[in-house]
C-alpha cells in the first residue's frame, strides 16, 4: 500500500510573523483559507489506491494539527508524535519502521504548494513502479526559472523499464546565477523538492547500512513510545519516546541516504510546484493586481506597485512605494523590501534558539 | 495686556494616523509627552506681563484639551469654543471681540514648535510696539533651507522708530524650487507662518472694512453665545451660537485682512520654528541614530536607513529599506515612502468630507 507521509515540521522562520513557533508555516493560512498542512492533507485524498496519511509533528502542534484535519473532514489518519525535532530521516524511519516493510512512503512535506495534482499523481504512478523494485525515488522540480535559492539534482540514464525515473548523477549545492542559467538550459537538472517516495525495507536497509545510529535510536523510541491515543492508527497518535529520540542524530533524507545510496533515482515533477519559502514567493504566487500588487485584507494602496500587502483587522495604508513587503500579523508587524525577502527572521527580542524541526528547512 | 489666542484647530491630516479627527494634530502627542497644544501653552508663560491664554477651538475638542491644559497644570485660560471650524480671520475675530480693543492678541496656532523661546519672546517683544502704533504684525520665519511647502513674505522698507519690524512688501504663493532658493538668498523673504501680533481694535477695523461679514457674523455669534461655565474667563468656555457663526465666511487672515491691509508689518523671527507639517518634518527634528532613523517604539530595524518608525505597543520589525515612514497608531498603520510624506492622508474608507476647521491647515 501507498502511505502518504505528511513531514509537518518546518518553521519558515522567513514568513515571520505569521509564521510563528506556536503556529509555524504549514500551519499557518498563507494561502488562502486553508492551511498548507491542508492542502498537502487534501492532496493525498486524490493518490489511487492510497492508504490513511501518517503525520509526522512536534508533540506540541499536534493538537492544532488534529483540529485543522477535522476541519477538512480528514479523521482517518495515524500520526506519529516527535519529543523534539530530528530533520527528516529520523523522521522518515520513525514512519517506516510504523507500517510494514513492503508499504511504499510517500514523504510530503507538509508546506509546499502544488497546483497540479494531475500531473503529481501522474508522477507519482511512475515513481511507484521504481519504488516496488527498491529504488528510492526523490522528485526532481522541473525549473521554469534560474532559481538560485535551492539545490538541484542532475539526473543520469533513464532506468531501464521505468518510464520516466532516471538515475542520480549528482546532487549540486545552491548555485550562483551563472550556474543556475546553465542548469536551466541543460534539460537534465532539476530542484530537489524534499518529496520522496520508497519501500519502507529499502529505505531502512540502506539507513541501517549508511547511518545505523538513526535507526536504531527511532527504534527505540517508537519501541517505548507512548500511546495516549491507543494505536497508531488512531487520532490519538503516539509519541516517540524522547530518551531515546533525543539521542538520534538530526539529519536530513538527503544527507543521510540520498546523496549516498546506489539505489537513488529521481522521477521529474511538472506540476507547479512551489515551496513557498518566502513572501516573495508568495508575491509570485499572487494574485497580482495590473499595479503588481499582492494585497489582502483591509489594506489601502496608493502610489505603489510590485509589493505584497497582507492586512488583518486593522486597515493598513501604503502610500508610495515599489517592491515592499508589508505583513500585519496582529500582535506583530514586519515592513521589508522585496529584496530582502530572504532576510526575514523574527526580531532577536523573540530570539531565543529555536528548536530543530522536522521538515523542509532542512532541505538543501 | 497681551493675551496669547492659541487657535487649537488643524486638522494634520498629513500626520494621520496619529493625527485623527477625534484627536488631531495639535492635541497628538508627536513628539515627546507633550501635545504641541500644551508645548505651545507653555511657551505663552515665558511671555513678560502676557496675559492669561485665550484657546480657540473645536467645540468637540474641548474636553480632551481642558484635561490637557489642567495636565500641565494651566488652570487661569479662556476658551472660545466654535461650532464648526470657519478658519482662521473668525476665529481670531471672535476673540477680539471677547477682549477689550486696547489688548494686543499674539495669535498662536497650537500646532507649531519653537526651539529657542528667547528668540521667540525677542521677536515678540518687537512686534509689541509696532501692535500698538497700529500695525498688524506677522511673523517671518527666517529661512534655513529653500522650502517649497510654505508661503513666503517679502519685506519693504524697515518701519522707523520700530525696530527689526518691515513693511509687508508683497505675499508669495508657495515657490517651485528655483524661486525658493532665490528666496533664500535675498536675505528679504520669509515663510509665512500663520502667527500674527495686533491690537484688538485695530484688526477689528481693518476686517470691518476689508470683511465685513466676518466680524458682524462673529459679533452675532458672540453675542448669542451659551455660557456653560458661567463668564469668559472660566475653565468651562463660552460657545458660540451656531446659526450666526456657521454663515461665517471660512477665510483666513491672511486672505481676509493681511494681503490687503496698508497697516501689515512683518517682524522676522529666527527662533527654531517648525509647523511639524508631515512625518517627514518630524524625521528631520530628529533624533536621528547613525544610519538616519528616527525610532521610537518597540521597533527592530535590520539594513534600514533614513527611516522614521514609530511603534507603539505591537513589535514592529523593518528590514532592507531605505527612507521610508512606519507610523503604528494602534488601530491604524501607515507605510510610506519618505518622498511621499506630503501625499499622506486618512484613506478613503475613512474619507467623509472632514470639517474645515480653524488652524494651520489654512495657512498659506
Redesign the interface.
Known sequence: MLIPVILAGGLGTRL??VSRPERPKPLARLTGDLSLLQTTALRTAAIPDAGAPLIVCGESHYPLIARQLDDIGLRNYAALLEPMGRSTAPAAAAAALAVDEDDLLLILPADHLIEDTGAFVEAIRSAADAARADWLVTFGVVPDRPETGYGYIERGEPIEGLAGVYRIASFREKPDLAAARRYLNTGRHSWNSGMFLFRAGTYLEELRMLHPEIPARTEAALAAAARPGGALLDRGGILLESESFSGCPSESIDRAVMERTRRGATAPLAAGWSDVGSWYTLWELGPRDEAGNVVSG?A?L??VTGSYVR?RE????????EG?I?V?A????????M??AQ??K?????GRALPDETGSDQRR
Open positions: 515571520w510573523p483591509p489601502h496608493r502610489d492586512a486593522r486597515p493598513v495604508t501604503v502610500i508610495g512605494l515592499v508589508v500585519d496582529g500582535n506583530a508587524l514586519l515592513v521589508a523590501g529584496d530582502h532576510a526575514v523574527p526580531p532577536p527580542v523573540q
